[in-house]
């Protein structure tokens, strides 16, 4: 396969399609960028005067899709500017704000393989942030910059909670981290306990995170993929 998006004669082309895809989400104000685990505390919100939908929310002023788009490209981009803005939105009140700048440390730590003093000092507070997804990403960010004890503390916390979608979140990040076998003896009992908790479904969770856990033992086990 030949990858024309390195070919510096597609750029023009590149820049043009990037900008066409970026105005379409921006007119049909895309909601991909709200973290699945804060659907429910945007409907919960909707007995306060809030939006009573989804669809309302991603359609307000409150959904906060332009700068989101904005931390989104900034992760992925590799450009030197990165660092100062997504470390702001580490401290951001929207919780949007604060997973996306998360994800952008995920980013750099991997492709970087550290972060400064300064960045894990402003990582640090999210590993215990209430929202589930945001402190998975954090969680994955810090094990990725050598912070693994503090990331392990926050995977361990995050996998005794209840909520699926929050729990799916720290086992997808569990899933892309090369774990110590003393590592994973700490999280698989509770890891285990997810993948046995047939009641997951019946509480209308869907069972993603039991068969999430399911795969995450195997693999930890040394069977085939």
């Not at 066409?20 to 919100?45: A, K, S, Y």
């Not at 698989?188 to 039991?210: C, M, N, T």
């Amino acid at each position: 396969v030949r990858n024309l998006a390195g070919d510096p004669s597609h750029a023009r082309r590149l820049h043009a399609m990037r900008r066409q895809t970026d105005d379409h989400m921006r007119r049909v104000r895309d909601g991909g960028f709200l973290p699945e685990d804060l659907f429910e505390r945007v409907l919960g919100d909707s007995a306060a005067g809030g939006p009573a939908t989804l669809y309302a929310y991603f359609q307000s002023e409150d959904y906060p899709l332009g700068p989101a788009l904005e931390l989104a490209d900034l992760a992925a981009s590799g450009r030197p500017d990165w660092r100062g803005r997504l470390v702001r939105a580490l401290g951001e009140e929207d919780p949007v704000l604060r997973y996306w700048g998360a994800v952008g440390m995920v980013v750099r730590a991997r492709q970087d393989g550290a972060l400064s003093d300064r960045h894990k000092d402003a990582l640090e507070p999210l590993l215990g942030d209430p929202v589930g997804s945001i402190h998975a990403m954090a969680a994955e960010a810090a094990y990725a910059a050598g912070m693994r004890a503090q990331a392990m503390d926050a995977f361990d916390a995050l996998v005794r909670r209840d909520g699926d979608m929050e729990v799916l979140f720290a086992l997808n990040a569990l899933s892309n981290l090369p774990l110590t076998p003393e590592e994973i003896d700490r999280l698989e009992p509770h890891v285990a306990r997810i993948a046995q908790d047939d009641a997951r479904v019946l509480r209308g969770q869907f069972g993603y995170s039991k068969r999430i856990a399911a795969h995450l033992l195997r693999v930890w086990d040394g069977q085939p993929y």
